[in-house]
C-alpha cells in the first residue's frame, strides 16, 4: 500500500509517502458543457495537495468526482491501489475520505455539537437492536464519541459555540464546524473546497494554521481547493492547475508559479 | 355543576381520544415527508393495507387466492389454520418493511431530484395500486378486527365520574387501550430518533441531503427505514380503527382526517402532529356538542378543515414551524 521507496521527506520534516489516490484520464460532462476534460493527478499519503484554477475551471467538480458526488463518463479513480468501482457519496465515505463544502452543507437544525457527533456516525455500532439489548456498551460508546468530539471542538477552538444552533452561526465559524464534523470522522482523505472563502485575513490565517496542524498531528492527507494564491503556496507540498476543465499545470507551488500556461491563465482572468 | 358543563367534559374527554387516532395518521405523513419532501398520500390505504393483511394472517387465509384458483382451476382459501394475534402482528411488521423496500427501490429510487409534485403525483398512483393489491390479496368483503384489545364501557370512569357528578360517563376502553398505545409508540419514535445510530441518520437526512450523505448516510437505506416506521404507525392506526369500526376500504378515509391534523400542526414536526391531532379531535367533538344540534348536525365533516383554514391564514408555518422570514 505504501510504497517506501517512493516516500519523502518535506523540508518542515514530514514524511510524504506513495500513492493514495489516482485520478486517471478522467472525463466530466454536463450535457454540452466538459467540466474536467482527460485529467490525470495523483494524490500522495500525508500530502497537502492543492487545486486551483479560475472560476468555472473544473476544480469542485474534481472534489465531486472523487467524493462520490459525481461520477465521470470516462477515466478510472484508484484508491489505495485499486480501482474502485462507481460509488455512492456514502460508500466513499465510509473508505475515510471526508470533505466540506464549497456552500457549506450542514444540518441547520442541529447544535454545533450534533452536527460533530453526526460525523461520528460512520464509527457508531451497526445495529439499533444492539442498542437496545447492550444498553451499557451502547452508552460507554457515546461517551467515546462524545470524547472524540470534544476533543476534535477544542481543537478547532470552538468551545464557546458547542451548544449554538449552527443555523445563527457567522459564515466563517460555519466553515470550522464544517471542517470539524469532516475531522471527526477520522478519515484518512480530506477534501476541503474554499476552506477559506469569505473569510477575513485573521480568519484565514486560522483556518491555515488548522489545516497544517491536521495534516501534521493527525497525519491526514489533504487535498484543498483554493483562491488565495499566497495561501496555496504556503501551505501545499504540490499544486494542480486547472483552466476550463483541463490540466495546464502540476508540481511544486515553485513551479506551478513559474508555469507560463499557468501565468497566462491567471492573467486572463479577473480575480478576486 | 351544571349538567351542561359535565356532558361537555365527557365529549371533551371523547374527543382527545378520536384526536389521538388522527395524531396516529398524521404521524405517519410527518415521518415521510421530514425525510423525503415526499407528501404520503397513501398513508390512509397503507393503514387499510396493513389491517386487512393482519386480518387475513390471523385468519389464515390465503393471500391472492381468488386469482390462484382462477389460473390453477382451484378451490383453496383457508390455509385451515387460526395465527395468534401476536405473531400475526409480527408478520404484517414484515410485510409492511417489505412494502418499503418495494416502494423505494421500484419506484421513489427512480424519482430522487424530481419536484414535489411528481412525487405527490406517485404517491397517489401508489395508493390506487396498494388499494388494489389489498383487494385482490385479500378479497373486499368487510371483516372484523380482534386482536384481543378491551372493549366498550370503562367501568372505573363510569363509577367514578357517578360518585362525582352524578353522572356517569361512557368512555371506551379501546379508546384508553389506543391513547395508551399512540404514547408508547410516540415516545419509542423519539428515543429511537435522539439515541440510535439510524435515528440519527433519519434526522440527518431529514435536515440535509448533501451534508448527510457526506457524512456516510445511506440515502435509500434512510428511506426505507422511514416508509417502514411509516408502515408500523399505519398498521397501529389501522388495527385501533380496525377494531372500532371494522376493516373495510372506507378505513383508507382517516387520512382525510390527517390533513387538517397537518395544516394545523405543520407537516414537519412530530409534537405538531400530535397536538395538532388533539385540538382537532377535540374542537370537532366540541363543536359538534355546542353548535351541531342547532344547525342539524353532522359538522364532523368539515369543521376541521374549518379550523385549520382559520388557522392557516394566522399561522402557516403551523404550530411549532419556525415563522418563514423572507430575505429580499
Ligand atoms: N451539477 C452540474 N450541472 C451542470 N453543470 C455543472 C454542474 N456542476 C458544475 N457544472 C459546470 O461545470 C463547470 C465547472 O464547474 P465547477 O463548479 O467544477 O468549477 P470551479 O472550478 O469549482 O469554479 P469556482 O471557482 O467558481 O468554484 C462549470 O461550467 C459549471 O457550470
Ligand atoms: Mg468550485
Known amino acids: 500500500m505504501n510504497d517506501m521507496s517512493t516516500s519523502t521527506v518535506t523540508e518542515d520534516g514530514r514524511t510524504i509517502g506513495g500513492v493514495m489516490m489516482e485520478m486517471r484520464n478522467i472525463t466530466l460532462r454536463f450535457g454540452g458543457v466538459v467540466a474536467i476534460k482527460d485529467i490525470s493527478f495523483d494524490i500522495r499519503e500525508g500530502e497537502i495537495r492543492a487545486i486551483i484554477g479560475p472560476n468555472g475551471a473544473g476544480k469542485s467538480s474534481m472534489l465531486n468526482v472523487i467524493s462520490g458526488f459525481y461520477h465521470p463518463q470516462e477515466g478510472e479513480v484508484w484508491y489505495h491501489g485499486a480501482r474502485r468501482k462507481a460509488m455512492k457519496p456514502y460508500q466513499v465515505a465510509r473508505q475515510g475520505i471526508a470533505r466540506t463544502f464549497q456552500n457549506i452543507a450542514l444540518f441547520d437544525g442541529m447544535s454545533v455539537l450534533d452536527n460533530i457527533m453526526t460525523g461520528r456516525i460512520n464509527h457508531m455500532s451497526s445495529s439499533f437492536l444492539d442498542q437496545a439489548i447492550w444498553w451499557g456498551k451502547a452508552q460507554r460508546e457515546e461517551v467515546e464519541h462524545r470524547r472524540k468530539a470534544e476533543e476534535i ?120 | 355543576m351544571p349538567e351542561q358543563l359535565i356532558f361537555a367534559m365527557e365529549v371533551t374527554l371523547n374527543g382527545l381520544m378520536t384526536g389521538v387516532m388522527y395524531s396516529l395518521v398524521a404521524l405517519g405523513f410527518v415521518l415521510i415527508f421530514k425525510a423525503s419532501g415526499i407528501f404520503n398520500y397513501a398513508q390512509g390505504v397503507m393503514a387499510l393495507f396493513a389491517a386487512m393483511t393482519l386480518v387475513g394472517i390471523q385468519e389464515g387465509r390465503v393471500p391472492f387466492s381468488h386469482l390462484i384458483n382462477a389460473i390453477f382451476g382451484t378451490e383453496i ?34 424519482l430522487v431530484g424530481q419536484e414535489p409534485i411528481i412525487l405527490f403525483m406517485a404517491t397517489i398512483g401508489l395508493a390506487y395500486f396498494l388499494e388494489g393489491v389489498a383487494d385482490l390479496m385479500w378479497g373486499s368483503e368487510i371483516r372484523t378486527l380482534d386482536v384481543g384489545l378491551p372493549q366498550g364501557i370503562n367501568l372505573a370512569i363510569d363509577e367514578t365520574t357517578f360518585n362525582w357528578f352524578g353522572y356517569g360517563f361512557f368512555i371506551d376502553n379501546l379508546d384508553i387501550v389506543a391513547t395508551i398505545v399512540a404514547a408508547v409508540l410516540v415516545a419509542g419514535l423519539v428515543a429511537f430518533a435522539q439515541y440510535t445510530k439510524q435515528g440519527r441518520a433519519m434526522r440527518a437526512v431529514a435536515d440535509d441531503h448533501q451534508a448527510a450523505l457526506s457524512v456516510g448516510i445511506s440515502l435509500n437505506f434512510v428511506w426505507i427505514l422511514v416508509w417502514s416506521l411509516a408502515g408500523f404507525v399505519a398498521l397501529v392506526a389501522g388495527i385501533m380503527w380496525g377494531a372500532k369500526s371494522g376493516v373495510q376500504f372506507s378505513l383508507s378515509l382517516i387520512a382525510l382526517k390527517a390533513l387538517p391534523v397537518l395544516m394545523l400542526g405543520g407537516f414537519t414536526s412530530i409534537p ?40 392557516l391564514v394566522f399561522r402557516p408555518q403551523g404550530l411549532f414551524g419556525e415563522k418563514i422570514i423572507e430575505r429580499v
Request: a negative charge.
Open chain 1, 153 to 272: 471542538i477544542d481543537f478547532l477552538e470552538i468551545q464557546a459555540i458547542r451548544k449554538t444552533p449552527v443555523g445563527r452561526l457567522p459564515y466563517g465559524l460555519k466553515k470550522r464546524v464544517e471542517l470539524a464534523r469532516a475531522l471527526v470522522a477520522e478519515p484518512k482523505l480530506l477534501l476541503l473546497d474554499e476552506p477559506m472563502a469569505g473569510m477575513n485575513v485573521e480568519e484565514k490565517e486560522d483556518m491555515s494554521r488548522f489545516i497544517l496542524d491536521v495534516n501534521d498531528e493527525f497525519g491526514t492527507t489533504i487535498a484543498l481547493i483554493e483562491h488565495d494564491m499566497g495561501v496555496v503556496m504556503d501551505l501545499s507540498d504540490r499544486v494542480v492547475v486547472m483552466d476550463y476543465g483541463k490540466k495546464i499545470g502540476d508540481g511544486s507551488p515553485d513551479e506551478v508559479r513559474q508555469n507560463q500556461e499557468v501565468i497566462d491563465a491567471y492573467l486572463g482572468v479577473a480575480h478576486d
Open chain 2, 77 to 110: 382459501y383457508d390455509f385451515g389454520w387460526d395465527v395468534p394475534a401476536l405473531l400475526a402482528i409480527l408478520l404484517t411488521v414484515l410485510v409492511m418493511v417489505g412494502f418499503a423496500f418495494f416502494v423505494q427501490k421500484v419506484i421513489f429510487k427512480h
Open chain 2, 272 to 311: 405538531g402532529a400530535i397536538v395538532g391531532g388533539l385540538i382537532i379531535g377535540v374542537g370537532e367533538a366540541l363543536f359538534e356538542f355546542s353548535v351541531g344540534p342547532l344547525i342539524g348536525g353532522a359538522t364532523e365533516n368539515w369543521f376541521a378543515y374549518v379550523l385549520a383554514l382559520l388557522f
